[in-house]
């Protein structure tokens, strides 16, 4: 996976991935995935990509981490990565709106259809 890809690409290929595993779904019914290395350690380093839908760069590393990881290049950590937080948004960002930044679930405020992904 060496270049941008379309949303449909990456789902392929997170699901022929051993240790990868749906966790949910989003509002417009993409899937949500994780990615687990756990070979017992003390130790585990989580990392999530794609949170704002024009953040390619993020879901491409996520990916090429994901395939080092399952060469088997982890040095005794765990891993949990989440490569792609909003899979929505991203599609979006491919079909219509390259500099989109928020995900397409709406929002119960009148003024504002949409909602960012890094707002606690």
């Given at each position: 996976m060496?270049?941008y890809?379309?949303?449909?690409?990456?789902?392929?290929?997170?699901g022929?991935?051993?240790g990868?595993?749906?966790?949910?779904e989003?509002?417009?019914?993409r899937?949500?995935?994780?990615?687990?290395?756990?070979?017992?350690?003390?130790?585990?380093?989580?990392?999530?990509?794609?949170?704002?839908?024009r953040?390619?760069v993020?879901?491409s590393?996520?990916?090429?981490?994901i395939?080092?990881?399952?060469?088997?290049?982890?040095?005794?950590?765990?891993?949990f990565?989440?490569?792609?937080?909003?899979?929505?948004?991203?599609q979006?960002?491919?079909?219509?709106?390259?500099?989109?930044?928020?995900?397409?679930?709406r929002?119960?405020?009148?003024?504002?259809r949409?909602?960012?992904?890094n707002?606690?």
């Amino acid at each position: 996976m060496n270049d941008y890809h379309d949303w449909e690409s990456i789902d392929e290929y997170l699901g022929s991935k051993q240790g990868a595993a749906v966790s949910g779904e989003t509002f417009e019914g993409r899937n949500l995935w994780v990615y687990q290395v756990d070979n017992g350690a003390e130790k585990t380093i989580g990392v999530d990509c794609g949170r704002a839908g024009r953040d390619w760069v993020s879901i491409s590393f996520c990916l090429e981490l994901i395939e080092k990881l399952s060469e088997g290049n982890y040095n005794k950590t765990n891993w949990f990565v989440l490569p792609v937080i909003n899979p929505d948004g991203y599609q979006y960002t491919i079909t219509s709106d390259r500099n989109w930044n928020k995900n397409l679930q709406r929002t119960r405020l009148h003024y504002s259809r949409l909602d960012r992904l890094n707002r606690f």
